[in-house]
């Protein structure tokens, strides 16, 4: 749950940020909907490298 | 020195305050409030959804709700709740009513104390973000947006129409 009202956090960010930046409502929510795959994505993939190094070397 | 140029064009007969200042300040009070009453619904529900929840998440995980305190704690105690008020005041009505209604200090030690805290003071940053895009939709609205302060994509917008 901890982890999930981040995510919902992140959301509300990247939507209404694109909210303010498309001035197409559609276009805004899939702007949206890709900013915050990126910031998901780039943290997810950022935490698995950070838990895989030490275990690399 | 170059001239100044104003922030809005062709004002003309405008009523200032049916067509600014009423919109910005119900934005202000009521998330998304601003959008609906300048019949931008979809934006208006998205907005005020999000942002209601956000807000009221933040009073339900009991995170602190902050008011500015000059007397107790370190200067560096004092300048965050002053930072972190003049953010959450950005919620307006929620704000003015979880003050009177909810314990400001929180639960510290719930796990989403931190957390609870953190949706406050986002949900109020995102509406004064919010507001300064109002402002810019009535403008290009009425065509009242100086071309060199107008950002984004002319093409956009002509679509839009």
Do not use: Q
Request: hydrophobic residues 50%.
């Amino acid at each position: 749950m901890y982890m999930l009202s981040l995510v919902f956090l992140a959301y509300v960010i990247c939507t209404i940020y694109s909210i303010t930046i498309k001035p197409r409502f559609d276009d805004a929510l899939k702007h949206g909907f890709v900013l915050f795959g990126y910031l998901v994505g780039g943290v997810y993939i950022t935490a698995w490298i950070i838990y895989l190094l030490p275990e690399l070397f | 020195m170059k001239k100044s140029e104003p922030i809005i064009e062709n004002l003309g007969n405008t009523d200032i305050l049916k067509e600014f200042v009423f919109p910005l300040a119900i934005g202000f009070l009521i998330p998304g409030g601003g959008h609906l009453f300048i019949k931008d619904k979809k934006r208006g529900m998205l907005i005020f959804i999000l942002l209601f929840i956000t807000f009221f998440s933040a009073v339900l995980m009991n995170g602190k709700i902050y008011t500015p305190s000059l007397n107790d704690g370190t200067s560096w105690d004092k300048m965050v709740s002053i930072l972190a008020s003049a953010a959450e005041i950005g919620n307006g009505l929620y704000y003015f009513g979880s003050i009177i209604f909810v314990d400001v200090a929180g639960d510290l030690p719930s796990i989403y104390y931190e957390v609870g805290s953190v949706y406050g003071i986002t949900a109020g940053l995102l509406n004064f973000l919010v507001l300064f895009s109002l402002f810019d939709l009535i403008r290009r609205k009425k065509g009242m947006l100086p071309e060199s302060l107008d950002t984004s994509d002319n093409k956009e917008i002509e679509a839009a129409k």
